[in-house]
């Protein structure tokens, strides 16, 4: 695959592209949407709102039911094609000058930024220091900081604190809170904050609820902020059924069951993290400590090692496409354990053990 001019990385490989044409019958590592979704409550909801797909879709519930789940006024929140559109909305309508983006993670952002027109800057985060942000690493005259949390491919989950450090009168702060609700009690969530400037906080519904063809998600920001990016999107943006799921996400019942999901990836993360560490001996390590449903490994050959494991089964995501990362990572996603016993037998055959 190509690189994005004067980038050095693909950064528009992401992991569906494991599991497509020979790899739809590979057991799924590669993607980090949860197992088994969307389930039968949310898909009865979407297939209902199938009989008003005469009419133009109408958000003003959806937003306003967002905007009660986060304790904010509906100008405060922009509904979206899945997170994916905000990064192309921020890029094409605020006018910054020197745009940052903290890697690694998904690397969108700075893809949407450089095809806007923007050179970006990057502030890569080091394995040494465990992938975590020191705020002092960001040049001050940064007017826009794109960081993750947590963050995809690492798993690190910084502190709100740290985050908050960021901001700056004039500065536009955004944070991809996209797997936030797959970490119990949204620990360190900055998402429905007023108090800090120029905060931007980007969610996704696709992720936990298994809603990525569906493409919905959101933006929190300020109403000006808001506003601007609303004139920046094409009429109707987001479709009848999406706005329908949204409505349905962050309802008190979906967000209990939310809750529920999280507490049993980070059980299941756990696992895959024990049975992970018996292959030290062959060089395999995960970043620790790991908040997020994935994992980062570093791993000899690990190019050899993914195209043993599809030969065995089992689709994992390459690294180096991340700036910040070579050859040698591998990102899996975290399964139910029976899932990841079967994997990690595969793994053990993978690296000859």
Known sequence: MPTEPGSGHDLRHHGDAEVRDDGRALVDLAVNVRADTPPGWLQERVTASLAGLAAYPDGRAAR??????????????????????????????????????????????????????HTVDRVLLRETDGFRLDPAAVPEDADLVVIGNPTNPTSVLHPADTLVRLARPGRTLVVDEAFMDAVPGEREALAGRTDVPGLVVLRSLTKTWGLAG??????????????????????WPVSTP???????????????????AARGVAADRAFLLAGLRDFASHGLRAVSPAEAPFVLVRVPDAAAVRRRLRALGYAVRRGDTFPGLN????RLAVRDRGTTEGFLRALGQALGA
Not at 217 to 227: N, Q, R
């Open 64 to 117: 306003a039911a967002v905007a009660a789940r986060h304790g904010l006024p509906v100008e405060r929140v922009l509904l979206t094609a899945g997170a994916a559109e905000a990064f192309v909305l921020l890029a094409r309508a605020l006018k910054v000058s020197r745009p940052v983006v903290v890697h690694p993670q998904f690397t969108e952002p700075e893809a949407a930024l450089r095809d806007a027109g």
């Open 327 to 330: 050859e040698e990572w591998l």
């Open 214 to 235: 569906l493409r919905v998600g959101y933006v929190l920001a300020d109403p000006e902020t808001v506003a601007l990016l609303e004139r920046a999107q094409p009429l």
């Open 242 to 260: 999406a706005l329908a799921a949204a409505e349905a996400c962050v309802a008190p019942a979906a967000l209990a069951e939310a809750e529920e």
